[in-house]
C-alpha cells in the first residue's frame, strides 16, 4: 500500500520562498510519476510540477517556471521536493504530492491525466499562503 506524505507548507511574504517535501511510501511503480498539483478556494485543481521517478524528466505549468524547480532524492527516487521563489500571492492554494499507480510516458501526460485518474496516490495536502 503506497502512503503519500507531505510537509513544508505554511505563510510567506510575496518574494519569499518555501520548500514542500513528500515522501511516498511503499510506491514500487515502474516509470510512473510523482508531483506537485494545487487547489485554490473555488477553482480547479491544477498541475504545478511533476517528475518521471525513473528518468527524472521535469514538468512544470507556464505560471511557475523559472520560479519553481522539481527534484528528487538521490538516493530515495521516490522522495520528491518543490523549491517555490519569487511567490506571488496567486500561488496560495492547497498543495498536493500524488504519485501515479500507472506507466507515465512523459510529463505532459503525467500533468494531464494524474488529477483526473483513478489509479493516483494523492497525500492529504498542505497549505501555502502568500500575503503581505
Known amino acids: 500500500q503506497v502512503h503519500v506524505v507531505e510537509s513544508g507548507g505554511g505563510s510567506v511574504q510575496p518574494g519569499g520562498s518555501l520548500r514542500l517535501s513528500c515522501e511516498a511510501s511503499?510506491?514500487?511503480?515502474?516509470?510512473?510519476?510523482m508531483g506537485w498539483f494545487r487547489q485554490a478556494p473555488g477553482k480547479e485543481r491544477e498541475g504545478v510540477a511533476v517528475?518521471?521517478?525513473?528518468?527524472?524528466?521535469?514538468?512544470y505549468a507556464d505560471s511557475v517556471k523559472g520560479r519553481f524547480t522539481i527534484s528528487q532524492d538521490n538516493v530515495k527516487k521516490t522522495t520528491v521536493y518543490l523549491q517555490m521563489d519569487s511567490l506571488k500571492p496567486e500561488d496560495t492554494a492547497m498543495y498536493y504530492c500524488?504519485?501515479?499507480?500507472?506507466?507515465?510516458?512523459?510529463?505532459?501526460?503525467?500533468?494531464?491525466?494524474?488529477?483526473?485518474?483513478?489509479?493516483?496516490?494523492w497525500g492529504q495536502g498542505t497549505q501555502v499562503t502568500v500575503s503581505s
Open positions: 500524488a504519485a501515479s499507480g500507472f506507466f507515465v510516458s512523459n510529463g505532459g501526460y503525467c500533468f494531464a491525466v494524474v488529477p483526473r485518474a483513478g489509479n493516483v496516490n
Open positions: 511503499g510506491y514500487t511503480v515502474k516509470n510512473g510519476c
Open positions: 517528475i518521471l521517478v525513473d528518468g527524472g524528466s521535469t514538468y
